[in-house]
């Protein structure tokens, strides 16, 4: 039996997210980002389209780098303003029963202790549906906002984001055992002391010595996604991720991804199957061909390609707006994307092919046709390159989700492409198709799960 798709939105708590300028389209209501409406409408939507998850990106920081400024970035909202992605998880939850929540967070600036208890309290409240995107930031804006003279070197964030990692599975995991509460209100006993244990962490970015504040939720830890391609991203990933969201431009390049992703796993001594991989993706569609084309034609005609270039420049490091439009644009190894940065210095890239290349204001791959077309094309990518789903870029909100939940979930559907039901459990439940909402034994997060300590000791000790 074929693989079913996996399906995600990707969207961001801002006006621009990827396809950048399309706000100015007059169908388009993402300048109302800052309405709880705007949120339970769509969490509405997406659960009638049986979407996996809402994928919520962020950003900590501004894109200053083309022209060493922000003009073009607040011009065009190019991910600016931006309010936080975890705020809005209540009230989605609320008016949705399946609904998963991938949220981003950079580690970085976020204290292990503290977030640990906004994960279990935001899986509580959606009983098992939240997910955490781990980055750990690439601007240098983000690092002097917060009291840095910049980024830490790029491997080195990882090192750090391991450790962490490490604190956080020792709260969620380790800290309380499953049957710490009791609720006994005849013996007075809400929670059994001895089935409560202090965390006891030393290590080289942490220092972390107190109870995880929150009771264990559904799941325990989130369902952990990730974005590195990097040697050592992929080594994180293969240690931690259970999602890895890629970016693809050809189906060639992309198995290449989708097999390092799979191989980090196995190397890391897991099933190299089930993590999941999703590519972002844009749709165009109409009921025709040609009512499809002519769409991404007007929509082209809103979208602003240098504010996908500025975009593009912050995820770089290189100011694109310094070289003339046919002048080679020189390659810099930063401290920014490797994998963003990897593409320039592979191909003979001047400003003019940049902004050919960002003609709707971003640069994923954008299928446009009518609804067979898409779904031949998607389930194409879907079983050339290993993928296991995507994540559904916006252009016109809501439009773009609309027209592909009405016109493309329906053929998918038809060929067993495409569930017609959500299965019942968690969030990782429901991805992983098994009746078990904890991390996987094979998952290092496993090992720190709560069990008997010598009676000497009742902690956790871990450097």
Not at 210 to 237: D, I, K, M, N, W
Not at 241 to 268: H, L, P, Y
Request: hydrophobic letters at 40%; aromatic letters at 10%.
């Amino acid at each position: 039996m074929a693989r079913q798709i996996l399906l995600n939105a990707f969207n961001m708590n801002c006006v621009g997210h990827i396809n950048h300028g399309l706000w100015t389209h007059p169908r388009d209501t993402s300048t109302q980002y800052k309405t709880l409406k705007y949120w339970t409408d769509l969490a509405r939507l997406l659960e009638r389209g049986l979407f996996d998850g809402l994928f919520i990106a962020d950003i900590v920081g501004t894109y200053d780098v083309y022209g060493q400024s922000l003009d073009v970035t607040l011009k065009e909202s190019i991910q600016l303003p931006v309010n936080d992605p975890l705020l809005l998880v209540s009230a989605m939850a609320a008016v949705t029963r399946n609904l998963g929540f991938g949220l981003t967070a950079n580690l970085t600036y976020e204290a292990p202790y503290l977030f640990a208890r906004r994960l279990s309290t935001l899986d509580h409240l959606s009983n098992g549906r939240v997910g955490w995107n781990i980055v750990t930031g690439y601007l240098d804006s983000a690092a002097r906002a917060m009291g840095l003279t910049q980024q830490p070197e790029h491997d080195r964030r990882y090192d750090q984001a391991d450790e962490y990692l490490k604190v956080l599975y020792q709260l969620l995991e380790g800290s309380w055992a499953d049957d710490a509460v009791l609720a006994d209100r005849g013996q007075r006993i809400y929670a059994r002391p001895d089935k409560v244990r202090k965390v006891h962490h030393h290590g080289e970015f942490y220092d972390v010595e107190g109870y995880h504040l929150c009771e264990p939720s559904p799941q325990r830890t989130p369902v952990l996604f990730q974005a590195g391609s990097s040697p050592r991203g992929l080594t994180f990933a293969g240690n931690h991720a259970e999602c890895v969201f890629i970016s693809g431009q050809d189906k060639a390049s992309t198995r290449a991804q989708v097999d390092k992703v799979r191989a980090a796993a196995r190397a890391a001594g897991r099933d190299p199957m089930a993590v999941k991989v999703f590519m972002g993706i844009t749709v165009i569609v109409a009921p025709t061909e040609r009512q499809a084309l002519a769409k991404h034609a007007e929509y082209l005609r809103h979208a602003s390609p240098e504010a996908g270039v500025a975009h593009f420049a912050a995820s770089t490091g290189i100011d694109f707006a310094a070289f003339d439009l046919d002048e080679p644009i020189a390659f810099t190894q930063g401290n920014a994307i490797q994998s963003a940065t990897r593409q320039l210095q592979e191909n003979a890239w001047t400003r003019r092919r940049l902004l050919q290349q960002h003609a709707l204001g971003g640069r994923y791959v954008t299928l446009v046709g009518d609804p067979e077309q898409v779904a031949d094309e998607l389930i194409a990518w879907a079983d050339e390159t290993g993928l296991d789903g995507f994540n559904l870029t916006r252009t016109v909100t809501p439009e773009s989700f609309e027209d592909f939940i009405d016109l493309v979930i329906p053929p998918l559907q038809a060929r067993g492409r495409y569930k017609t039901a959500y299965a019942g459990g968690t969030l990782r439940e429901k991805l992983f198709a098994t009746d078990h909402p904890y991390l996987p034994a094979d998952h290092p997060g496993s090992t720190y799960r709560f069990a008997p300590a010598p009676a000497s000791t009742g902690a956790l000790h871990h450097a």
